[in-house]
């Protein structure tokens, strides 16, 4: 099962420990494991805070209520939007074990034109990939914490790991 079937909402604390790499040093910790939910049993029906948009089903009565899909996000980040908006407005999001997707990743951007590994995608197309992710990410915090007293150095924060990931696909380390 793919982890993004499961994850916990972008908080500060979480985006910290997730993009530090703390959650991979801590593999099983609730402390450091908010992205992705560690603690939560796979294996059984759970709350969750969000999935991404190739695992998600829902009624229309929630779109007629919280709004369509935000059309400022390109790609990435819109699946995040619409559960944070829907958990704001007091509905469940619910993880469901044995559920079967086939989801062809990365084909929004054309990588599955050029292969079925992600990691060997041109440098081109990761390139896109970064700068699509970090767009939505920027979208995301200045839509949902706005006002908020360390929203700048978030934003900032962003910015840099942009460009760590930038350098390691210059330098063929990447491999998200």
């Not at 709350?47 to 991404?52: A, E, S």
């Not at 920027?138 to 839509?143: A, G, I, T």
């Not at 942009?162 to 380390?173: C, E, I, M, N, T």
Request: hydrophobic share 40%; glycine share 8%.
């Amino acid at each position: 099962m793919d982890a993004d079937t499961q994850r916990g909402f972008p908080t500060p604390w979480v985006a910290f420990t997730h993009f530090t790499g703390l959650e991979d040093l801590f593999p099983k910790s609730r402390l450091f494991g908010g992205y992705f939910l560690v603690d939560k049993d796979m294996g059984r029906i759970h709350d969750i805070d969000l999935c991404t948009t190739h695992f998600m089903f829902t009624k229309k009565k929630i779109f007629e209520e919280v709004g369509l899909w935000d059309e400022d996000f390109f790609v990435y980040g819109e699946d995040v939007d619409l559960c944070w908006r829907v958990k704001k407005a007091g509905w469940r999001i619910v993880y469901v074990p044995g559920a079967k997707v086939l989801h062809y990743k990365g084909v929004s951007l054309g990588i599955r034109k050029e292969t079925l590994d992600i990691t060997k995608a041109t440098k081109a197309t990761k390139k896109k990939m970064i700068f699509e992710t970090t767009q939505a990410m920027l979208k995301f915090y200045r839509k949902h914490y706005k006002g908020k007293v360390y929203n700048p150095l978030i934003l900032a924060g962003i910015r840099v790991l942009s460009l760590f990931r930038s350098l390691k696909v210059w330098l063929g380390l990447f491999d998200e």
